[in-house]
């Protein structure tokens, strides 16, 4: 097993080496953060399914102390990664509210992610492919188990808290009763819920059926190529409209409306609204194909703006090519929104009187994210992660002995109140907490929150005003950290005394790779394609 201890460099790559294996590639998208990666021999399921050479993506700052409690466990939401500081930044530093002078600061990649641990981009050892639709459904019981095994190798004794949101904040809440008792001390689960609600199901479900009736999911077979396993083919166009339905559950309509409003795009100067067709220009983000608008009448295209054609498929090749178009040289040009210049493609003399389909900055907001979501993630894992939001449900125990919850009655029924009798019990063994929620959350709602303050026997609750629904728990840094420090120094005082890394040496070090290295990647300007 690899381990870097305090450092957070170290390979990101994994590539199969296994005697059987027939091909190799490498996870693009682990290879994009630098992380470290232990493999462990092997790991069984809740399900009961056991995988060999079980890659565990992960990053630690700072340093254990001599008893090895001042763990800090960090879980990341369902497109994050282990990078805490690509998305909660701000909260990481000296006298933040995670302190990597006073705490080893640990951030598990969750199973079926692409960011490194096992998942559908992952080399299946027995034949070199990737697991793609083959990978084996996982639980949130599964993470915290095979992060707890990377803790222990790391020589952790106890945990003394553990912080996430949305599904960050579901691991949070398993965390404990997966674990030995005592091993986990407090915990802090913003914007999440005891069991997912027929709410965040049901939008999963409509994000699933997006991606399988792009043509290009081919039943999650997609790497293979007429070229060979290319880890870059996607059914891009289903995971981008997936995308930007889940957007608008992160966001309120109040953000959208007070963000956006009617407005179509004047503003911005510097970006490419995505989905406006730029042709015979370097960039093409919204390619029909233009011998075929060509020959199209201009209805058809105002009808058609914003849908992608088979030319954007990663399979055009296999497709025959259109007719050349009788009106090829012939096309007009307006002024884009952001003051390039558009070949709208429509011939001169047809179509006068048709006004130009209006990109309204809520449409190319949504079709930026959502071409941006595809460069970054994949679809087989995005099905993955989302069908495992669908089980989590804190009233079935763990069928592994050792932890909390083993001990708990097996719930078979789905009888409502042996469902509330379950869930109680489980959250009456939850250490102390902090449980965070946002006032505009529409994804999981304060009255989710609420329902964990009232049976967790030790819970503090605060609900943060915020005007932007889920996201608010990765917008809102001034007051998070201010509740989840302030908390932490209250419950856990003893780790507030001398600190494990001096502040001098903090600071002299920061070269050597265990301080926080960027403070914030959450401006307009910045470009990093791990971002949320
Ligand atoms: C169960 C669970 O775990 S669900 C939780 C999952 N949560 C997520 O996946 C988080 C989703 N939210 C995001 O990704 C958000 O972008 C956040 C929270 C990370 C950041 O939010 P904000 O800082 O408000 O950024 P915002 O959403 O406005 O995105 C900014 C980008 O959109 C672009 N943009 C803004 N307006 C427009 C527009 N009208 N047209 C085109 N692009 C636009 C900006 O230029 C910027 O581009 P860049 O990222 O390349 O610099």
Redesign the pocket.
């Known amino acids: 097993m690899h381990s870097n201890g305090s450092s957070s460099s170290s390979s990101s790559s994994f590539t199969t080496t296994s005697p059987g294996t027939t091909s190799s590639f490498t996870n693009p998208f682990s290879a994009l953060i630098d992380q470290s990666v232990a493999t462990l021999p092997q790991f069984t399921f809740e399900s009961g399914v056991t995988l060999k050479d079980v890659p565990v993506a992960y990053k630690t700052w700072g340093r254990l102390n001599a008893r090895a409690d001042n763990c800090l466990v960090i879980c990341h939401?369902?497109?994050?990664s282990a990078d805490v500081e690509d998305?909660w930044g701000p909260l990481l530093g000296p006298n933040r509210a995670f302190d990597p002078t006073r705490f080893f600061i640990f951030c598990g990649n969750v199973i079926g992610s692409p960011y490194g641990t096992v998942s559908s981009v992952t080399a299946n050892p027995a034949n070199g492919k990737p697991y793609g639709p083959e990978m084996p459904g996982s639980s949130i019981k599964d993470d915290v188990r095979l992060h707890f095994t990377v803790l222990q190798q790391l020589g952790v004794k106890s945990i003394a808290a553990v912080v996430g949101?949305?599904?960050?904040g579901m691991t949070c809440l398993e965390w404990p009763l997966n674990t030995p008792p005592g091993f986990v001390r407090a915990i802090v689960p913003l914007a999440t819920s005891a069991r997912h609600s027929a709410w965040?199901i049901s939008w999963g479900e409509a994000q699933r059926q997006s991606i399988y009736s792009d043509p290009d999911y081919l039943d999650g077979y997609y790497y293979d190529t007429p070229h060979g396993i290319d880890m870059h083919a996607q059914p891009s166009r289903g995971l981008a409209a997936a995308r930007m339905a889940?957007?608008l559950t992160?966001r309120s309509r109040d953000s959208f409306e007070s963000r956006?409003g009617r407005k179509t795009?004047e503003g911005?100067k510097n970006?490419q609204?995505?989905g406006v067709r730029v042709m015979g220009g370097t960039e093409t983000t919204n390619p029909l194909d233009p011998s075929e608008i060509d020959i199209r009448s201009p209805h058809w295209k105002q009808h058609n703006d914003g849908h992608r054609s088979w030319a954007n498929s990663s399979r055009q090749g296999s497709r025959a090519p259109s007719p050349p178009s009788p009106h090829a040289s012939k096309r007009n040009s307006v002024d884009a929104p952001n003051g390039s210049n558009i070949d709208i493609g429509i011939p001169s003399g047809i179509g006068a009187g048709v006004r130009q389909p209006k990109v309204f900055?809520?449409q190319?907001?949504l079709?930026?994210?959502g071409d941006?979501f595809t460069s970054r993630f994949d679809a087989n894992c995005y099905i993955h992660i989302t069908r495992k939001?669908d089980q989590h449900d804190l009233s079935h125990p763990s069928v592994f002995p050792g932890s909390v919850s083993h001990s708990l009655p097996t719930v078979t029924a789905e009888d409502d109140s042996e469902l509330e009798s379950a869930l109680h019990h489980a959250l009456s063994l939850e250490p102390p907490a902090l449980i965070i929620g946002i006032e505009s959350d529409g994804?999981f709602q304060p009255s989710e929150q609420r329902e964990l303050a009232a049976h967790i026997p030790d819970a503090e609750l605060v609900i943060i005003p915020s005007p932007?629904g889920?996201?608010g728990f990765?917008?809102e840094f001034e007051a998070i950290n201010g509740w989840v420090d302030g908390w932490m120094r209250r419950k856990l005082p003893e780790f507030f005394g001398e600190r494990v890394i001096p502040l001098e040496e903090y600071e002299a070090g920061e070269q050597d790779g265990f301080a926080v290295k960027k403070e914030s990647v959450?401006g307009?300007?910045?470009?990093d394609v791990t971002?949320?």
């Open positions: 939401a369902l497109t994050g998305w949101g949305s599904m960050g965040c889940a957007l992160y956006f795009g911005r970006k609204a995505a900055n809520a190319s907001y079709r930026y994210q941006k939001l994804l932007d889920h996201d990765l917008l959450f307009e300007a910045e470009a971002r949320w």
